[in-house]
């Protein structure tokens, strides 16, 4: 059964604050959302459903995807939104002066985010090893009793 890009796209919106998503219309977010989508799934590394089979006209995955994998996707989408956030600091950062960039909010901001891409990394790694021992929530009692 497909699962729609809605469940991601609500659980990362559940881990950011960005204003720049009100000045938006619906099917510009869901663009921007999508490229998110795309550009994070290859963070997700040896997911066991595939991801990748997708589409993205009808924003969905073509596979049932579990709660854990929305929730790694979702982190990884919060790994991309954070990189754009440094990237666009680091622009500004380049074309004002060291003291200038040094003596405005923009220094702290540009920091607060290298620590949340920083804290966000070792979830995504932690997901992802307690997903790796998962079996997907089926009961396996082989080598028990003696099988």
């Given at each position: ?19 720049t ?13 999508t490229?998110?989508?795309?550009s994070?799934l290859?963070?997700f590394?040896y997911?066991k459903?595939?991801?990748?089979s ?6 969905e995955?073509?596979?049932?995807i579990s ?38 909010s ?8 290298l620590?949340?891409?920083?804290y ?11 997903y790796?021992y998962?079996?997907?929530?089926k009961?396996d ?5 003696g099988?």
């Amino acid at each position: 059964m497909p699962t729609p890009y809605s469940q991601v796209f609500d659980s990362f919106l559940s881990k950011i604050e960005d204003s720049t998503y009100l000045a938006l219309t619906d099917p510009e977010i869901e663009t921007d959302l999508t490229k998110l989508l795309n550009s994070s799934l290859i963070h997700f590394t040896y997911p066991k459903v595939d991801i990748f089979s997708k589409d993205d006209e009808n924003l969905e995955f073509l596979n049932d995807i579990s709660y854990s994998e929305i929730e790694i996707i979702a982190r990884c989408m919060v790994k991309e939104w954070t990189g754009r956030k440094i990237r666009n600091i680091k622009l500004i950062e380049q074309a004002l002066s060291d003291r200038d960039f040094k003596l405005t909010s923009q220094a702290n901001h540009l920091q607060a985010l290298l620590d949340l891409q920083k804290y966000n990394d070792s979830e995504i790694e932690n997901l992802l090893t307690k997903y790796s021992y998962s079996n997907n929530l089926k009961a396996d009692y082989s080598g028990l009793a003696g099988d």
